[in-house]
């Protein structure tokens, strides 16, 4: 007769708990899911620059992502910092190369589009 | 067409729901399964074996109601398992009745039981946490709440039919799963209790 095999409790316990995950896997999802791609889709034609600032003493690499036909519409993140002003400028420009869609920069902001209004 | 080695524990079965394990002996075995003590002998080498044997398919009988853990995702899965728990309990209630020889005698059996009562109970506490999740039962109040509700379930899938018979009353599936939902519906939130009355309320209510 084969040996019968004992799981301990806690082990069938930890067992149940992955079985229960499938609910989530198998719940079909709604379309609000998965909005933030259609969201997100303006990111793909976005101008890429790259912003140093010093922060609490270390200079903070952020890029920010513009649209290249609506300069207004923009995000900024910040990514990492470094201590060294050269070693952040120079992450910073190869972070931005890829980011950039087209890594010769040449997708530029255009400013005209920003139309402020001095009255 | 069972062979003569089923046809023994099946009788063996049968006459230990009628008179208990200690009052069972080969001679009647073999006689009502209608073969000589020698032949008898020739299979099992002593009563031991025969319980062993008996005890070995009611344990895998009880154990492969473990898997039909999530099998639907809805409350369907509670109730199926409570079908599937009656209907063993109800066919089987000989074990329950030698339950004390059991411990005694047999401590290897008993630790088996153990070992499958405790993982029905631990499947119980993960339904409950499962449906929680969904949103069908509300989050515990107190610390330890489910896992007495859990008990509680437990205790009336294994005693329920006993103390019924004791009391001379109807042992049927209906009232057993009424009984184990009423334990559930004080804790459903109202998305748990649409779907209770969309889903459950037509199969036993």
Redesign the interface.
């Known amino acids: 007769m084969p040996a019968?095999i004992?799981?301990d409790?806690n082990a069938?316990?930890a067992m149940?708990?992955c079985?229960?995950t499938?609910?989530?896997t198998?719940?079909p999802a709604i379309n609000l899911d998965t909005d933030f791609i259609k969201d997100d889709y303006w990111l793909q034609n976005t101008a890429v620059i790259e912003n140093i600032e010093r922060r609490k003493g270390c200079w903070q690499i952020f890029l920010v992502f513009a649209h290249h036909l609506q300069p207004l519409k923009f995000i900024k993140r910040g990514i990492t910092n470094f201590s060294c002003l050269k070693k952040a400028t120079l992450t910073a420009h190869y972070m931005r190369r890829l980011a950039a869609k087209d890594q010769r920069g040449t997708l530029s902001v255009n400013a005209a589009g920003i139309n402020i209004i001095f009255n | 067409m069972l062979d003569t080695k089923q046809k023994i524990v099946a009788t063996t079965e049968k006459l230990f729901y009628q008179y208990g394990i200690a009052n069972v002996r080969l001679q009647q075995i073999a006689d009502d399964a209608g073969i000589s003590v020698g032949n008898l002998a020739y299979h099992f080498k002593n009563k031991e074996a025969i319980v062993n044997a008996v005890y070995d398919g009611l344990l895998e009988k009880f154990s492969s109601i473990l898997n039909t853990?999530?099998q639907q995702?809805n409350l369907l899965d509670f109730d199926t398992q409570f079908s599937n728990l009656f209907l063993f309990f109800k066919t089987n209630n000989y074990f329950l009745n030698n339950l004390w020889e059991i411990e005694r005698t047999y401590p290897a059996i008993k630790a088996?039981w153990e070992?499958i009562n405790?993982?029905i109970l631990?499947?119980l506490?993960?339904r409950i946490?499962?449906n929680i999740?969904?949103g069908l039962i509300n989050p515990e109040e107190q610390k330890g709440a489910h896992e007495l509700l859990a008990q509680s379930m437990l205790l009336t899938i294994t005693y329920w039919i006993p103390q019924q018979l004791l009391r001379g009353k109807l042992v049927t599936e209906t009232y057993f799963k009424k009984a184990l939902w009423n334990l559930l519906m004080p804790y459903f939130t109202n998305k748990g209790r649409r779907e209770f009355n969309e889903i459950i309320v037509p199969v036993i209510f």
Request: hydrophobic share 30%; proline share 0%.
């Open positions: 019968k004992q799981l409790d069938y316990a149940l708990d079985i229960n499938f609910y989530s198998n719940t | 853990y999530m995702n088996e070992a405790n993982k631990i499947q506490k993960k946490e499962l999740t969904k």
